[in-house]
């Protein structure tokens, strides 16, 4: 890419503050919380932060990432993010182990390893993250943390005390027994790692979410993993750009400045960032936009390379549009049901956008009738019922995730294209032709697998390809004749109608024709 390279560079230049001396000091670790779907993530964070955000999700399931900074009683701080756990949302935890510079593998002292469970330790070790278990609800009549230890060995998770190093804590989140315990080992792990940050750079980090305001426009949250950012300031993630007027901490605080670690906001983009993307802050407006013009002409070069989408015969294609109320929440759905794509329907998201679902949705999907619109925490506006043909459209709102996933799954069943399948039945080996006259052939075998029956579609195979078809018009065994014939091994003489010539060493299959 004739670009790239010129881009990298302008960005390394300025993300530099013109300087004889860096001042590199300690940063505070960004801790993301690891785990399976109701294993206690938002309970531990709630009572580390002593507020509550769990009774206001939709099914008491994190739906989105959030980010907070906790200052603790010994001066140190914590940012936390807090990923959803739900398997839907695997995008959006592989963004925040990807941001995260130490990990807490949240474990259910009653349920022990779950599937999430295993999802994150897969994104621990992938993105080589310290971490530490943190076994919860120990509380409960049924705990049983040296289950969950052993559990832990299967997945190459070596505890202390069970063969390895990784640290670990008992704790009860919602009582708060051990928590302390457990920010004290961050910390610890914290030091070990000697995380650090030049204040003296131009801010980079990443976007953790964004979201359109209709009376304040769109935002971010963003989480600084190097330098500091101060207003009179631009900046970048890929194609869009802010000034840094409107600067807040996570509580939606107006600051002037923020360093390294921290999480903040900015108001005032031209468009929704993309989550997960990496943000870098320029001194001039200047500056910014040939940073966003060059990323432009990558992206245009990224493209001229790529063939557009060909739809075999007999696959269904169903366009999808998804709307949601955070851009996070759209990107982590949108993965979801591209994976739900087969070579019998595919999936093909054409617009995420956050926001009500508006007309300029309801004419995109009424450009093709095959469309479906689904909203995740958001309403339709109320004027596209005026649209005409608005009773054609696919619409579908949901509030929670595993619901919007069983729609998908029904669709999928619905528009599918049926397809006549043969089923195998049973399979005979040929051991000798006996005799072949008019339209019929008896030969000598030996039952492969399954059952063979009289009155079966038969496929003669010859080297691994079909030479003919036929009939089984009798079975004998032995001086017996039988209706079916099954066992491995059992010997056999079958009667064919209508085959083709066969030979020895051919195989005989039977088969049923099926519509699935």
Known sequence: ???????????????????????????????????????G??????????????????????????????SLDSGKRITFLDTPGHAAFDTM?????????????????????????EHAI????????????????????????????????????????????????????????????????LVLLSELEEFTGDTRKLATGYVVESHRDPKQGVSATLVIKNGSIGKGQFVVVEDSITPTRMLQDFTGKAIDEAHFSTPI??????????????????????????AIAEFKDIVAEIEEQQTLLNIPEGVALIPVIIKTDVAGTGEAIREQ????????????????????????????????????????????EAAIKNLNNYETLTIKTFNIIYKLTEWFEELYEERRIKKEVDTALGELKVLKVFSSQKNQTLVGGSVASGTLSKKESCKIIRNNELVGTGTVVA??????????????????????????????????????????
């Open 122 to 185: 897969e994104v621990i070790k992938k993105n080589n993250i310290p971490y530490i278990v943190a076994i919860n609800k120990i509380d409960k009549p049924n705990a049983n943390p040296e289950k969950v230890k052993t559990d832990l060995l299967e997945h190459g998770i070596y505890v202390e005390g069970y063969g390895g190093d990784v640290p670990f804590n008992l704790i009860s989140a919602k009582k708060g027994d051990g928590v302390d315990d457990l920010l004290e080992s």
């Open 41 to 70: 993530k938002s309970t531990l964070l709630d009572y580390i932060r002593s507020t509550n955000i769990v009774d206001g999700e939709a099914g008491g399931i994190t739906q989105h990432i959030s980010t907070y900074e906790v």
């Open 1 to 39: 890419m004739k670009n790239s390279k010129h881009y990298q560079n302008h960005l390394t230049q300025t993300n530099a503050m013109s300087s004889s001396e860096n001042n590199i000091i300690e940063r505070s670790p960004v801790v993301a919380i690891m785990g399976h779907v109701d294993h």
């Open 265 to 290: 906001t900015l108001v005032g983009f031209d468009k929704l960032p993309a989550v997960g993307s990496r943000f870098s802050t320029f001194e001039t407006k200047k500056d910014a936009e040939e």
């Open 475 to 516: 079975i004998q065994q032995g001086k017996t004749a039988v209706d079916k014939i099954s066992g491995a091994g059992t010997e056999c003489g079958i009667m064919i109608e209508n085959a083709s010539e066969i030979l020895e060493k051919d195989r005989i299959q039977t088969f049923v024709t099926e519509v699935k």
């Open 93 to 117: 935890r592989h963004r925040g182990g990807t941001i995260a510079d130490i990990a807490i593998l949240i474990v259910s002292a009653e349920d022990s390893v779950k599937k999430q469970t």
């Open 337 to 380: 049901i591209e994976a739900m794509t087969t070579d019998d329907v595919i999936f093909k998201v054409v617009k995420v956008e956050t926001g009500a679902i508006n007309e300029s949705d309801a004419k995109l999907a009424l450009s093709d009738p095959n469309t479906v619109i689904v909203g995740f925490h958001v309403d339709e």
